[in-house]
Protein backbone atom coordinates (compact mmCIF):
# COMPACT_ATOMS: atom_id res chain seq x y z
CA UNK A 1 0.00 0.00 0.00
CA UNK A 2 1.04 3.32 -1.04
CA UNK A 3 2.61 5.56 2.01
CA UNK A 4 3.64 9.77 2.38
CA UNK A 5 5.65 10.64 4.95
CA UNK A 6 6.39 14.30 5.96
CA UNK A 7 8.94 15.93 8.22
CA UNK A 8 9.19 17.18 10.66
CA UNK A 9 5.95 17.50 12.20
CA UNK A 10 6.80 20.91 14.46
CA UNK A 11 9.13 23.54 13.70
CA UNK A 12 10.18 26.80 15.27
CA UNK A 13 12.28 29.22 13.71
CA UNK A 14 13.54 32.28 13.52
CA UNK A 15 12.84 35.18 11.23
CA UNK A 16 15.25 34.99 7.78
CA UNK A 17 16.89 31.93 8.50
CA UNK A 18 16.64 28.73 6.05
CA UNK A 19 13.41 26.24 5.63
CA UNK A 20 13.65 22.97 4.14
CA UNK A 21 10.87 20.43 4.63
CA UNK A 22 10.83 16.78 2.93
CA UNK A 23 8.08 14.42 2.04
CA UNK A 24 8.67 11.18 0.52
CA UNK A 25 5.94 8.41 -0.80
CA UNK A 26 6.11 5.42 -0.67
CA UNK A 27 4.20 2.43 -2.80
CA UNK A 28 3.74 3.71 -5.53
CA UNK A 29 5.61 5.60 -8.77
CA UNK A 30 5.25 8.57 -10.84
CA UNK A 31 3.54 10.54 -8.52
CA UNK A 32 1.99 13.88 -8.85
CA UNK A 33 2.99 15.74 -5.39
CA UNK A 34 1.92 18.65 -4.13
CA UNK A 35 2.62 21.38 -1.39
CA UNK A 36 -0.58 22.66 0.10
CA UNK A 37 -0.60 25.27 2.85
CA UNK A 38 -3.58 25.58 5.33
CA UNK A 39 -4.16 28.95 7.45
CA UNK A 40 -6.07 28.72 11.16
CA UNK A 41 -7.56 25.37 10.08
CA UNK A 42 -9.54 26.37 6.99
CA UNK A 43 -8.85 25.64 3.52
CA UNK A 44 -6.06 24.87 1.71
CA UNK A 45 -3.92 26.79 -0.83
CA UNK A 46 -2.18 24.96 -3.30
CA UNK A 47 1.32 26.80 -3.49
CA UNK A 48 3.65 24.20 -5.80
CA UNK A 49 2.88 21.10 -7.59
CA UNK A 50 5.28 18.52 -9.68
CA UNK A 51 3.81 16.14 -12.07
CA UNK A 52 7.40 14.44 -12.94
CA UNK A 53 11.45 14.71 -11.97
CA UNK A 54 12.41 18.36 -12.09
CA UNK A 55 9.09 19.86 -13.02
CA UNK A 56 7.82 22.36 -10.67
CA UNK A 57 4.76 24.60 -11.07
CA UNK A 58 4.24 27.79 -8.91
CA UNK A 59 0.26 28.73 -8.09
CA UNK A 60 1.23 31.98 -6.35
CA UNK A 61 4.51 34.08 -5.51
CA UNK A 62 6.02 33.64 -2.40
CA UNK A 63 9.28 33.32 -0.78
CA UNK A 64 9.11 29.45 -1.17
CA UNK A 65 10.58 26.94 -3.78
CA UNK A 66 10.24 23.68 -4.53
CA UNK A 67 12.14 20.79 -5.84
CA UNK A 68 11.54 17.22 -6.48
CA UNK A 69 14.88 15.34 -7.19
CA UNK A 70 13.20 11.99 -7.22
CA UNK A 71 10.35 10.42 -8.24
CA UNK A 72 8.87 9.96 -4.99
CA UNK A 73 11.12 13.17 -2.92
CA UNK A 74 9.46 16.87 -3.01
CA UNK A 75 10.99 19.49 -0.59
CA UNK A 76 9.29 22.73 -0.17
CA UNK A 77 12.59 25.10 0.74
CA UNK A 78 12.74 28.77 1.41
CA UNK A 79 16.20 31.20 1.93
CA UNK A 80 14.70 33.49 4.32
CA UNK A 81 11.55 32.90 6.12
CA UNK A 82 9.38 35.39 6.94
CA UNK A 83 6.76 35.79 10.02
CA UNK A 84 4.16 35.49 7.48
CA UNK A 85 5.57 31.92 6.19
CA UNK A 86 3.88 30.58 9.51
CA UNK A 87 1.33 28.14 8.88
CA UNK A 88 0.21 24.41 8.55
CA UNK A 89 2.19 22.77 5.83
CA UNK A 90 1.06 19.34 3.69
CA UNK A 91 2.35 16.97 1.49
CA UNK A 92 0.01 15.46 -1.25
CA UNK A 93 -0.07 12.95 -3.82
CA UNK A 94 -1.83 11.14 -6.19
CA UNK A 95 -2.24 9.55 -9.96
CA UNK A 96 -5.36 11.88 -10.78
CA UNK A 97 -6.24 15.86 -10.81
CA UNK A 98 -9.21 14.39 -8.54
CA UNK A 99 -7.26 12.52 -5.75
CA UNK A 100 -4.88 14.13 -3.72
CA UNK A 101 -3.63 11.49 -0.15
CA UNK A 102 -1.85 14.09 2.62
CA UNK A 103 0.86 13.42 5.04
CA UNK A 104 0.34 14.16 8.28
CA UNK A 105 1.96 17.95 8.04
CA UNK A 106 3.93 20.29 9.54
CA UNK A 107 3.27 23.05 11.68
CA UNK A 108 5.89 26.03 11.28
CA UNK A 109 6.14 28.36 13.24
CA UNK A 110 8.26 31.91 12.25
CA UNK A 111 9.29 33.81 15.37
CA UNK B 1 -12.36 33.75 -10.29
CA UNK B 2 -14.25 30.17 -9.75
CA UNK B 3 -15.03 29.95 -5.98
CA UNK B 4 -16.25 26.66 -4.29
CA UNK B 5 -18.57 28.16 -0.93
CA UNK B 6 -19.17 25.81 1.85
CA UNK B 7 -21.63 26.55 4.39
CA UNK B 8 -22.16 26.82 7.53
CA UNK B 9 -18.81 27.80 8.54
CA UNK B 10 -19.02 26.16 11.77
CA UNK B 11 -21.74 23.61 13.60
CA UNK B 12 -21.89 22.64 16.68
CA UNK B 13 -24.78 19.63 17.41
CA UNK B 14 -25.33 17.37 20.33
CA UNK B 15 -24.68 13.46 19.90
CA UNK B 16 -27.53 12.06 18.29
CA UNK B 17 -29.01 15.01 15.68
CA UNK B 18 -28.38 15.14 12.25
CA UNK B 19 -26.90 17.73 9.82
CA UNK B 20 -26.01 18.66 6.65
CA UNK B 21 -23.35 20.38 5.45
CA UNK B 22 -22.92 22.51 1.79
CA UNK B 23 -20.90 23.12 -1.08
CA UNK B 24 -21.63 25.47 -3.67
CA UNK B 25 -20.60 26.83 -6.92
CA UNK B 26 -21.66 28.63 -10.11
CA UNK B 27 -19.21 26.33 -12.53
CA UNK B 28 -19.33 22.74 -12.77
CA UNK B 29 -16.67 20.52 -11.22
CA UNK B 30 -15.79 17.27 -13.29
CA UNK B 31 -15.37 15.63 -10.07
CA UNK B 32 -15.98 16.29 -6.29
CA UNK B 33 -14.29 15.29 -3.18
CA UNK B 34 -15.14 15.30 0.76
CA UNK B 35 -12.37 15.37 3.58
CA UNK B 36 -12.13 15.01 7.03
CA UNK B 37 -9.24 16.50 8.81
CA UNK B 38 -8.72 16.60 12.81
CA UNK B 39 -6.60 18.84 13.72
CA UNK B 40 -2.73 18.57 13.78
CA UNK B 41 -3.18 16.17 11.09
CA UNK B 42 -3.85 16.06 7.51
CA UNK B 43 -7.09 15.97 5.73
CA UNK B 44 -8.02 12.01 4.79
CA UNK B 45 -10.43 11.42 1.47
CA UNK B 46 -13.87 10.40 2.29
CA UNK B 47 -15.64 9.80 -1.16
CA UNK B 48 -15.09 11.36 -4.76
CA UNK B 49 -18.16 11.76 -6.72
CA UNK B 50 -18.30 12.03 -10.68
CA UNK B 51 -21.70 11.97 -11.82
CA UNK B 52 -24.73 14.54 -12.15
CA UNK B 53 -26.90 13.16 -9.13
CA UNK B 54 -24.77 10.52 -7.84
CA UNK B 55 -25.52 9.50 -3.85
CA UNK B 56 -22.92 8.07 -2.15
CA UNK B 57 -23.16 5.96 1.85
CA UNK B 58 -20.24 5.51 3.53
CA UNK B 59 -22.31 4.31 7.07
CA UNK B 60 -23.38 7.16 8.87
CA UNK B 61 -22.50 9.62 6.05
CA UNK B 62 -24.44 10.64 2.71
CA UNK B 63 -22.87 12.33 -0.19
CA UNK B 64 -24.83 13.70 -2.50
CA UNK B 65 -23.95 15.19 -6.09
CA UNK B 66 -25.67 17.95 -7.69
CA UNK B 67 -27.70 16.97 -10.56
CA UNK B 68 -25.81 19.80 -12.55
CA UNK B 69 -22.73 19.36 -10.97
CA UNK B 70 -22.02 22.19 -9.65
CA UNK B 71 -22.86 21.62 -5.87
CA UNK B 72 -22.91 18.75 -2.74
CA UNK B 73 -23.98 17.80 0.06
CA UNK B 74 -23.00 16.08 2.94
CA UNK B 75 -25.73 14.48 5.60
CA UNK B 76 -24.36 13.27 8.61
CA UNK B 77 -27.39 10.62 10.22
CA UNK B 78 -27.11 10.60 14.09
CA UNK B 79 -24.10 12.19 14.83
CA UNK B 80 -21.46 11.08 17.29
CA UNK B 81 -18.66 12.51 19.02
CA UNK B 82 -16.07 10.99 16.96
CA UNK B 83 -17.62 12.75 13.76
CA UNK B 84 -15.93 16.28 15.09
CA UNK B 85 -13.03 17.63 13.17
CA UNK B 86 -12.89 19.96 9.80
CA UNK B 87 -15.02 18.99 6.67
CA UNK B 88 -13.50 19.85 3.17
CA UNK B 89 -15.08 19.75 -0.37
CA UNK B 90 -12.48 19.94 -2.77
CA UNK B 91 -12.97 19.93 -6.82
CA UNK B 92 -11.90 20.00 -10.14
CA UNK B 93 -13.49 22.28 -12.44
CA UNK B 94 -14.70 21.08 -15.89
CA UNK B 95 -11.54 22.05 -17.90
CA UNK B 96 -9.89 22.29 -14.83
CA UNK B 97 -6.19 21.47 -14.07
CA UNK B 98 -5.99 21.82 -10.18
CA UNK B 99 -7.82 20.09 -7.24
CA UNK B 100 -9.24 23.30 -5.41
CA UNK B 101 -10.65 23.34 -1.73
CA UNK B 102 -13.58 25.22 -0.34
CA UNK B 103 -12.78 26.81 3.32
CA UNK B 104 -14.10 24.07 5.05
CA UNK B 105 -16.81 23.05 7.59
CA UNK B 106 -16.21 22.91 11.60
CA UNK B 107 -18.03 19.96 12.96
CA UNK B 108 -18.39 19.85 16.63
CA UNK B 109 -20.45 16.73 18.16
CA UNK B 110 -21.03 17.34 21.72
CA UNK B 111 -22.15 14.54 23.99
Known amino acids: SQTIHQWPATLVQPVGSPLSLECTVE??????LYWYRQAAGRGLQLLFY??????ISSEVPQNLSASRPQDRQFILSSKKLLLSDSGFYLC??????????FGQGTRLTVV | TQLLEQSPQFLSIQEGENLTVYCNSS?????LQWYRQEPGEGPVLLVT?????EVKKLKRLTFQFGDARKDSSLHITAAQPGDTGLYLC???????????FGAGTILRVKS
Open chain 1, 92 to 101: AWGHRLSEAF
Open chain 1, 27 to 32: GTSNPN
Open chain 1, 50 to 55: SVGIGQ
Open chain 2, 27 to 31: SVFSS
Open chain 2, 49 to 53: VVTGG
Open chain 2, 90 to 100: AGVWEYGNKLV
